[in-house]
């Protein structure tokens, strides 16, 4: 895919970067237990999902995720896999010189940028971060007008644009020299080698990388484990709304939401005529609304600043987690 410009715009792919008429993912519906996964995989899903690529084949890895031991996995696409599936190649960009202007030389190129940036200059943010909490956060730059300062981003779960003092802020456009300032880290996305498989050439290499995740998943129930250290967890869950968020993303959030996508990719992968694959579909979603009631549990906690039992919620994530992975022993075990 060739970077166009018009009018001092730099795009990758302009006709897929039409904010104003973008609309979310299905993945990404408020209708789902988890609207919103992390920053990295929701930018994933707008990304591909705008370039006409089936998202649900890529969403096998969060069967490898577990307990690490102060949270739960942060769950990402495996480079690897993006460019098996969907010949999509992945490179870390090294910045050295202005940020605006190396995302500019990316986008010329046909590229999407995956940058960290600090949320409080993103305006989508409102009422959340924008102008009030620093938070790290990555967006997908599709275009780019330095001249004008203007961007526009895939960010959560949607396509969304900046400009004027915002776009200073963010990219550090005639900010002083910090020697403290350190880069960002960033990625491009590299669209010239994209392939565009067909429904069953496309399923089999799904299929064949869910295999490999699945050879990877924790031998011993990682939800139990999780149980085992929630004790030690709680002053986090009790030390203000700021710990508390912090703690519910970081360990419920990334449980549950992984487990409603892999119910999602493994529905796409029997293509509603396997039975083994639908019941352990069925199961991590089961996890996953299990998982939102736990969150739900916690905010009462934090709320009322006192601990209550919780096993039962631990109980019925574990059990769930159990039987979505014994029921993927014959389609995806050795």
């Not at 990402?76 to 605006?100: F, Q, S």
């Not at 989508?124 to 007008?145: C, F, L, P, Q, W």
């Not at 002053?235 to 892999?262: D, I, K, M």
Request: hydrophobic content about 45%.
């Amino acid at each position: 895919m060739d970077g166009r410009q018009g009018r001092g715009v730099t795009r990758a792919g302009a006709a897929a970067w039409a904010a104003e008429s973008h609309v979310p993912h299905r993945l990404h519906d408020a209708g789902r237990d988890w609207p919103e996964t992390n920053c990295y995989v929701d930018v994933w899903i707008e990304l591909l999902a705008a370039l006409d690529l089936p998202v649900e084949a890529c969403l096998g890895f969060p069967l490898a995720s577990e307990f690490e031991g102060d949270q739960w996995t942060f769950f990402k696409p495996p480079h690897a896999d993006l460019e098996a599936l969907y010949g999509i190649r992945v490179e870390e960009l090294t910045l050295w010189r202005p940020l605006a202007e190396q995302l500019r030389t990316q986008v010329e190129r046909g590229r999407v940028p995956l940058v960290e940036v600090d949320a409080f200059h993103l305006p989508d943010t409102d009422g959340s971060a924008y102008r009030h909490a620093h938070e790290k956060t990555t967006i997908g730059v599709v275009a780019i007008d330095v001249a004008a300062q203007r961007l526009r981003y895939f960010h959560n779960r949607g396509l969304h644009a900046l400009g004027g003092d915002d776009f200073a802020a963010l990219l550090r456009v005639g900010a002083e020299p910090d020697a403290r300032w350190l880069p960002p880290y960033c990625e491009i996305a590299k669209l010239d080698g994209l392939v565009r498989r067909g429904d069953a050439a496309l399923r089999e290499h799904a299929l064949a990388l869910a295999r490999r995740h699945y050879a990877r998943r924790p031998r011993a129930n990682p939800v139990r484990a999780y149980e085992q250290a929630f004790a030690a967890h709680l002053p986090h869950v009790l030390g203000g709304p700021a710990a508390y968020h912090a703690y519910a993303f970081a360990s419920v959030r990334q449980l549950g939401a992984g487990a409603e996508l892999l119910a999602s990719h493994l529905r796409w992968l029997g293509d509603g005529g396997d039975a083994a694959f639908a019941h352990a579909a069925d199961a991590f979603a089961e996890l996953s609304a299990a998982a939102k009631t736990f969150l739900l549990k916690l905010a009462r906690i934090a709320h009322a600043g006192r601990a209550r039992d919780v096993s039962a919620s631990f109980a019925a994530m574990a059990g769930a987690w159990e039987r979505g992975m014994h029921g993927l022993a014959e389609p995806l075990g050795p």
